[in-house]
């Protein structure tokens, strides 16, 4: 069994929000000797030094320094949301019961949030004396539940039923005798007066290790936590290279990235050119010789629908990483692209499975194409092979962990020279 599969349940169940993933993130950089920097001061970078920074609570960059003038950067980024449904601003719905508004965030499978117990994380904003002070909040312990609607009363619950998000999805909180209690609690969590919050719904339950041979993990948001942890242990134990490696970790990739902290923001940007402002080569020639890793979970063929999947290309869990093509750039892994991520994994030894969209089905986008925009060098649109994507409870298998933090561990401690001809990995 992977080695580290109580590490990365530890990491997706202390994860119960972009918020949260972040934190986590940061702490794992803290003990590796990580020194934090914030945006607003001016920063000092030192040669061989270790450094990360974060933005809006839920994103965060990390990159070190090699000895002598480096090369390039070496990118991977993953992305901390999932789908949910983030509360509204003052969430109480009284009533015959109490319930609790929420807007739906990003593309959940809604059917699997019904029936089980939920809480709720994230960021709230606590008042000072002078202004607010944001803090984590998780609650836990079961706290909601979305009901079913009795297949008695409802006969198409088994025939593709048309959900009314406002009607449909509310969960329940408590009695008419409980208005106003659940904005108590969480003033409580919080320890003081809330003025405003980012809080999500999450599900109760664990993550956990299965199948014959416990291979198979199932939890939530393994799109892309899965990801982000395989990305974060290659980049924390692999070896110097010539070239700076950054890890990448955006939030509201679910939405369209497009936030202050997102792939559609300029937060890599902004940090690269503070990294190369303090170099011989500079911005310009460093992005000559870099590389982006997009990693972002893929689809594994389903064993009930494999008609579902391109018939040649079609990854299997446990089999490999997968390296995502699309000729319409939804995904961006070209020819150099491939070829580099390729190599890398040869070094590392490490299965590589391909996958295309079937060609009547279009499937998703991820972070790669919309990054490139900012930062635009050569990329390659990975991820490992997962069952149930934005179910709010997925499947992957611990074998594609293991090659992931193997293949990012080779990635991030090699030196990359991109010319004109071609490219050559050290
Ligand atoms: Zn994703």
């Known amino acids: 069994m992977y080695k580290n599969a109580k590490a990365l349940c530890g990491f997706l169940d202390g994860s119960h929000s972009a918020y949260h993933a972040a934190a986590n993130t940061a702490a794992a950089l803290d003990e590796a000797g990580y020194t934090r920097l914030s945006e607003g001061d001016r920063w000092v970078l030192a040669p061989g030094g270790k450094y990360y920074t974060c933005r809006g609570g ?17 990118i991977a980024a993953a992305h901390t949301d999932r789908p949910s449904f983030k509360l509204k601003f003052r969430p109480e719905l009284p009533g015959t019961y109490c319930r609790v508004s929420t807007e739906r965030y990003g593309g959940a499978i809604l059917s699997t949030w019904l029936d089980r117990p939920l809480s709720v994380a994230g960021r709230v904003l606590v008042e000072t ?16 539940l979305i009901p079913s609607v009795a297949i008695h009363m409802n006969r198409q619950a088994n025939d593709g039923y048309k959900w009314d998000l406002t009607r449909d999805l509310t969960p329940l909180f408590g009695g008419k005798d409980d208005t106003g209690k659940f904005g108590k609690l969480l003033e409580k969590a919080a320890g003081g007066k809330i003025l405003s919050h980012d809080l999500y719904l999450y599900v109760r339950q664990k993550a956990t290790v299965w199948g014959g041979e416990k291979q198979f993990i199932s939890a939530q948001g393994l799109d892309d936590l899965q990801c982000l942890y395989g990305c974060l242990q290659g980049f924390l134990h692999a070896g110097t290279g010539r070239s700076i490696p950054v890890l990448c970790a955006f939030d509201s990739e679910e939405v369209g990235s497009c936030s202050t902290q997102g792939a559609d923001s300029t937060f890599l940007e902004d940090v690269l050119s503070r990294i190369a402002e303090g170099t011989v080569s500079g911005k310009n020639t460093l992005l000559q010789n870099s590389f982006l890793v997009s990693a972002d979970n893929a689809h594994a063929v389903h064993p009930n629908h494999p008609e579902l999947a391109d018939p040649e290309n079609a990854p299997v869990m446990g089999q490999g990483v997968v390296l995502k093509f699309n000729s319409n750039l939804r995904y961006c892994t070209d ?15 490490v299965p590589v499975q391909s996958y295309y969209n079937r060609a009547d089905i279009p499937g998703g986008s991820t972070l790669g194409h919309i990054s490139i925009a900012h930062i635009s060098v050569p990329t390659a649109d990975i991820g490992l092979p997962q069952l149930a994507m934005h179910s709010c409870y997925e499947t992957a298998h611990l074998k594609d962990s293991a090659y992931l933090t193997a293949a990012m561990e080779a990635f991030f401690g090699s030196s990359l020279t991109i010319t004109e001809n071609g490219f050559s990995v050290e």
């Open 58 to 74: 839920s994103a965060l960059i990390a990159f070190r320094l090699p000895e002598g003038d480096p090369k390039g950067f070496l």
């Open 335 to 349: 020819g150099l692209g491939a070829g580099i991520f390729h190599r890398i994994c040869k070094t590392a030894k």
């Open 129 to 144: 004396e002078q202004g607010a002070e944001a803090r984590l909040v998780d609650i836990d312990r079961d706290l909601l």
